[in-house]
């Protein structure tokens, strides 16, 4: 690193550092199931957006997962009240959560504004604690009529932009209303398999990550900021 270094002249060297492969062997000493939130993007009485996300937490319970699901009715619009209790059951299941699953009906070719909704109210920084940084997503859509990647494929914008590690699978339930039975449990096929495969591998990508996650998003750039803000506060007390 040494003889390296010199071809990096804009560097700050003390907040550069090297890779630390012993840090990167998994989540041991964590005993807990991976704990999942997810999200779905209507408030229908039969919304199968509902019904799909249903179907994923068993899916994620029989892999071991803790999960919750959070039901959107309710919640104000964003910016609107910051105190009222369904931000705050959304912000704290954010922070409980290791990874989540974002479901969305595709409306007018994107997702819909109650799946934006929930996601804008969840912030980048509370104070001290990042609620998303880190954590594994997996994105999920249904339609009312042919295959779309619309929505799945915004929502894996927004899970970039949230600092999440989006899983490379994914599920697109076209005609979902031919998807459900009567009891609505999904029906067997090649779409309930590929949503079986998404939640694998969840939950296979949150076990491999949640122990390494903080180092893994430990940042050159917010190590030299905070570097740089401890040095004015202790020039500013000295004075």
């Known amino acids: 690193m040494a003889d390296s270094i010199e071809a990096l002249p804009n560097i700050d060297r003390d907040s550069l550092r090297e890779i630390d492969r ?26 199968f957006s509902r ?30 009240d910051e105190t009222h209790p369904k931000v705050k059951e959304l912000r704290d299941n954010v922070i409980w959560s290791e990874g989540m699953v974002w479901c969305s009906p595709e409306r007018h070719g994107a997702m819909s504004g109650i799946m934006k909704a929930q996601i804008d109210w969840i912030p980048l920084t509370l104070g001290a604690v990042r609620p998303t940084q880190g954590k594994t997503l997996a994105v999920m859509e249904v339609s009312g009529g042919s295959q779309s990647f619309n929505a799945v494929n915004q929502l894996r ?55 390494n996650a903080a180092y893994l998003v430990d940042r050159y750039s917010e190590r030299k900021e905070s570097a740089e803000e401890l040095s004015r506060r202790v020039n500013q007390r000295s004075l």
């Open 51 to 80: 019904l799909l996300t249903a179907e994923a937490a068993r899916l994620l319970q029989h892999f071991g997962a803790e999960t919750r699901i959070f039901h959107a009715d309710g919640l104000p619009l964003p910016d609107a």
């Open 157 to 211: 914008i927004l899970g970039r932009w949230m600092r999440l590690f989006t899983i490379p699978n994914q599920s697109s339930v076209p005609k979902a209303y031919l998807e459900f039975d009567e009891n609505d449990r999904m029906k067997p096929s090649a779409f309930y398999d590929r949503v079986v495969d998404v939640m694998e591998e969840l939950v296979k990508f949150t076990l491999l990550l949640r122990g």
């Open 22 to 47: 012993e840090k990167l062997t998994g989540a041991a000493g964590i005993s807990h199931g991976p704990r999942i939130l997810l999200l779905y993007g209507s408030v229908r009485k039969r919304s």
